[in-house]
Structures are given as C-alpha cells and as structure tokens.
C-alpha cells in the first residue's frame, strides 16, 4: 500500500520534469525567458527548462531566408512609372536580439525592404535602374544592413528581380534601339568606303607608274565577269590603242586647224 502511495506520489513529479525537456535542431536556437527575463541560449539539441510555466523558450531558425517581395509601383527620378520585383536574403546571427527587440522580426525586415525598395528606385533615373543594377542592388543592400543589425539579422543580398516598363515606354525605347543600330551601321558603313578609297587611290597611283599592271587588271576584271555567267559582252581595247587615237584626234585637230589659218590667209 505504500509503495503505491508512492508511485502515486511521485508519477506527477515525474511526468512535470519529463515535460520540461525540449529539442532544437542543429538550425534552431532557443531563447530562454525566467520568470519573464531573458535567461541565455539553449541547444541544439536536448535541454530542459523548469516546466510549469517558470522558463519558457522561443526557438529562432538561425538558416538563410529568401523573401520575395512583392512588385512596387514607383517612380524614377525622372518621373517614368515601372513596376520593380525584388529578392531579399538574410539571417538571424543573434536569437536572443530578433526576440527581444522586434516584434515579428521577418515581419519588420520584409517592411523594410519595400520601403528601401521604392526610396532608392525614386532616388534614380530610368536609365540607371536598368543599366547600373549592380549599383542598385548594393544601395538596396547598403540602405536596410544597418538597421537590421540592431534586431540581430544580417542581410547577405537585396536584388532587383524584374523591372517592368509601360507599354508606351517600351515602344520608345525600342525606336531609340533601333535608332542607335542604324547609326552604328551607316558608321560602319562610312569607314569601310573611307577605307576602300584610299585603297583604291593608292592602287592608282601604282598602276599609274606601270602600264602592265593595268592590263593585268583589266584581264582579272574580264575573268571575273566571265566567271559569273551572264551574258555581258566585253570588247577588250588594249591600252596602246586609247593612247594611238587620242594621238591621232589631235593630229588630226591640230591640221584641220593649220589648214583654216592657210586658207584665211590667202
């Protein structure tokens, strides 16, 4: 009779120590509160807590988080609307500060993030928010780090996820796109004439000191019209013959113009 007054006894003391074991995983800390004061850490692993509501513990998740945050409608510096996505990366380095002091630590980070994100979107001109991204997200970054380190989160990355243009600004950038492409084209275009003339002002020069190399030409230029087969005919003239005619034209020119002086004369 009295051990099972005993064993009656001592089964409650014994189921209120086993409830007060608790287990945090190797990711997870907890946050030991006595009393309503902070107390330490505890875990990983198994511990025990004075059970009956005298310690209680808040397990923090110490891992990475990836928050999405929502699409902001802002505008730029130089009043163009767009539409940003954005990514936040973070972590809790200190538990005992992301209990103690904020209320809902994701909560509080994920506000700060938006408001970050629309204040250094306005901050800048649509150009340098789709050029200079790296810039971006290092403001992005630079803007909430300091103020999480006071809630004992550190943030690894704020990045620009997508940026989203109206409809009217997209038709404009692309007119302005297509318009540089076709400078750079007639550019290019221009140096390669440039280019080609001086070649061949060049050739010419050298030509000009050697009759043979011209002919050498003109039968290349003949092989490559044949080659091509059309129906072209080309009459070759040897160069002796253009000079033999301009010699006799001026014979010619110059006798008819002695015999006119003779004549008025007599």
């Not at 807590?49 to 397990?59: C, Q």
């Not at 540089?180 to 001086?198: F, L, V």
């Not at 092989?223 to 001026?250: R, W, Y």
Request: proline share 3%; net charge neutral; aromatic share 6%.
């Amino acid at each position: 009779m009295s051990i099972v007054i005993i064993l009656a006894v001592l089964a409650p003391v014994i189921a209120i120590g086993i409830s007060g074991f608790r287990i945090a995983q190797e990711y997870e800390r907890g946050v030991l509160f006595r009393l309503g004061r902070f107390r330490g850490l505890r875990g990983p692993g198994i511990f025990w807590i004075i059970p009956l509501g005298i310690e209680r513990v808040v397990i923090v998740d110490i891992r990475t988080r990836t928050v999405s945050a929502e699409r902001q409608e802002t505008i730029t510096r130089d009043s163009v609307t767009v539409k940003v996505n954005a990514v936040l990366w973070y972590r809790v380095t200190d538990a005992a500060k992301s209990v103690i002091s904020v209320t809902q630590a994701p909560a509080a980070v994920y506000q700060l993030a938006l408001t970050g994100l629309r204040n250094i979107i306005g901050q800048h001109d649509l150009d340098e928010v789709l050029q200079e991204r790296d810039k971006i997200n290092s403001l992005l970054k630079d803007f909430i780090a300091p103020s999480t380190v006071g809630w004992g989160i550190e943030v690894e990355r704020f990045e620009m996820k997508d940026v989203e243009l109206p409809a009217v600004m997209q038709q404009v950038m692309a007119m302005q796109a297509e318009a540089i492409r076709e400078k750079r084209a007639r550019i290019i275009k221009a140096e390669a004439e440039h280019e080609a003339s001086e070649k061949l002002a060049a050739a010419s020069l050298r030509m000009m000191g050697n009759p043979a190399a011209l002919e050498l030409r003109r039968m290349q230029m003949i092989a490559e019209v044949g080659a091509e087969n059309n129906s072209t005919t080309v009459l070759m003239i040897p160069s002796d013959f253009v000079t033999l005619s301009k010699s006799l034209t001026q014979y010619l020119r110059d006798h008819s113009s002695g015999a006119k002086q003779v004549a008025e004369a007599a």
